[in-house]
């Protein structure tokens, strides 16, 4: 479970990134200013806020050292400063002018790189502070950029929909539109995949968009000239667009953060995503920003009303929110009334939000409400919305009272993490619900959703001794 352990409200304007180091957390604003903070008691430090900038500051970034920061603004810079005493080093105008909405330092401190809102993005050498190389996306403003953990490659996300790959002397090796509404961030995991043969040609990478969709994706390098995206999954989860999303720092878990004022969480594995039925207490305001501290169980969010949360995670327990499939019945009774929220929220409720939480509605009266309190107690007035409740209710009670305990993880289909209902097995030795598995190769694939390799066969045999094995532990559950 996630504690809010501290605020912070000292920024006076919208909060448009925050970034940790080892030891300090940084923040941005649209009040010109750079914060920091201690990570000891989350004291703002003595040399804090930063000032120079004349107009916005759009995101922050610390190098791999923590040693220096990087603020990059609507005045057209990217300012450099030193972390130990707040010095400014350098003031990096991009060429053209453009206001600069995003920077990165490379994982080696080799680069930094800044993007602008009229699509250009600059190479600076991070030792000299000197430019490097400079180029254009193809359409759009450049708003996200990411790393791969090698430092050989970096990607950047464009408001025209496009994620570009760029190799570190700034040719482009791959170009592809992904959201439709345009691209609004993106993250690639620290943690590198192997795909038995050719160690860390893999990396996993999240983009978010206007389009209220994240996408997961494997970027693979066949050798320095060449790259591709490949899409693995889209998870939904939010009802407006999504601002914000970034891996922890050991790649176990995702954070994204909406315009619809809420923060999910998911836990991330290799082969699959299972999304994390906890929502963060719903902000007041869009929800502009999202960062994991490198280490250490702790997470940021920053908001358009001005403040950033600081999050603590339970250390047993990092992602501890609860997984929808594997709900128990005794756990929704025990739902807080935020966990409720979170609930309506993810079925499409979001219009019963306001409703719910004046009454007070927890897990046990979630659990135990009619057609007769949800009319006469509640007012809800609309006999569809009213239907729809009920049935989203009675769904979830069938759920957490069919698993009464755990499923046995090889009953789970690898693509959807639910149970199997017509398991096959596919070329590559895997079993797979067989719906998912046709649906995963008539989008094109023809990979193995647990490998990644190619599928020497389409050929799908149904797997009779697991549909067998299924039915006799659904069986042993009813009884």
């Known amino acids: 479970m996630a504690t809010l352990i501290h605020t912070l409200a000292d920024h006076s304007d919208d909060v448009n990134y925050c970034a940790f180091s080892s030891s300090c957390l940084a923040t941005c604003s649209l009040d010109k200013t750079v914060r920091l903070y201690s990570l000891d008691d989350f ?25 220096t920061l990087a603020s990059c603004s609507t005045d057209g810079t990217t300012m450099v400063w030193d972390t130990r005493d707040g010095r400014r080093l350098a003031v990096l105008e991009q060429p053209s002018g453009s206001p600069v909405r995003v920077c990165r330092f490379s994982p080696e401190s080799t680069y930094l790189v800044s993007g602008a809102a009229d699509g250009s993005v600059v190479l600076w050498n ?39 790959i760029w190799d570190d002397k700034m040719r482009c090796l791959y170009n592809k539109k992904t959201h439709d509404l345009g691209v609004t961030c993106c993250d690639i995991s620290s943690q590198p995949i192997s795909d038995g043969e050719h160690e860390s040609r893999y990396f996993q990478m999240a983009s978010c968009g ?63 995503f299972n999304v994390i039925f906890h929502t963060f207490v719903f902000i007041s305001r869009y929800v502009t920003t999202c960062a994991f501290a490198p280490c250490v169980l702790l997470l940021a969010t920053g908001s358009m009303d001005k403040t950033v949360n600081i999050w603590q995670f339970d250390h047993e327990q990092p992602c501890s929110g609860r997984i929808i499939q594997n709900e128990s019945k005794r756990a929704v009774e025990n739902w807080s009334e935020e966990d409720v929220l ?14 719910f939480k004046m009454n007070n509605i927890d897990g046990k009266e979630l659990l135990n409400l009619t057609k007769e309190s949800l009319m ?17 209710i009675e769904e979830l009670r069938v759920k957490v009272e069919s698993v009464s305990v755990a499923i046995p993880d090889e009953f789970l289909c690898p693509i959807t993490r639910e149970l199997m209902k017509e398991p096959v097995i596919a070329a590559d030795g895997y079993s797979y619900e067989k719906e998912a598995l046709e649906n995963w190769l008539n989008n094109k694939r023809r990979s193995s959703p647990m490998t990644n390799l190619p599928l020497p066969s389409l050929l799908l045999t149904p797997n009779r001794s697991l549909k067998v094995a299924i039915s006799r532990w659904l069986e042993t559950q009813q009884k």
């Open 376 to 392: 006469n107690e509640l007012k809800i007035e609309s006999l569809g919305l009213r239907s729809k409740v009920l049935r989203k």
């Open 43 to 67: 004291a703002e430090l003595p040399y804090s806020p930063l000032r120079g900038h004349t107009y916005a500051v759009h995101c922050c970034c610390f190098s791999p050292s923590g040693h």
């Open 126 to 164: 991070a030792q000299s502070l000197k430019l490097y190389r400079s180029g254009n996306v193809k359409d759009g403003s450049l708003v996200a950029c990411a790393f791969s953990p090698n430092g050989f490659f970096f990607v950047t996300g464009s408001s025209c929909g496009d994620l570009t």
């Open 342 to 355: 979170a609930w309506l929220h993810a079925q499409g409720l979001t219009d019963l939000v306001g409703i």
């Open 210 to 272: 206007q389009d209220n969709q994240i996408k997961l994706w494997l970027i693979s390098f066949a050798d320095f000239a060449s790259a591709e995206l490949k899409h693995k999954y889209t998870l939904s989860g939010h009802s407006a667009p999504v601002l914000a999303c970034a891996f922890s720092y050991d790649g176990q878990m995702l954070v994204s953060g909406s315009v619809d004022k809420c923060v999910i969480i998911y836990e991330t594995v290799i082969n699959s």
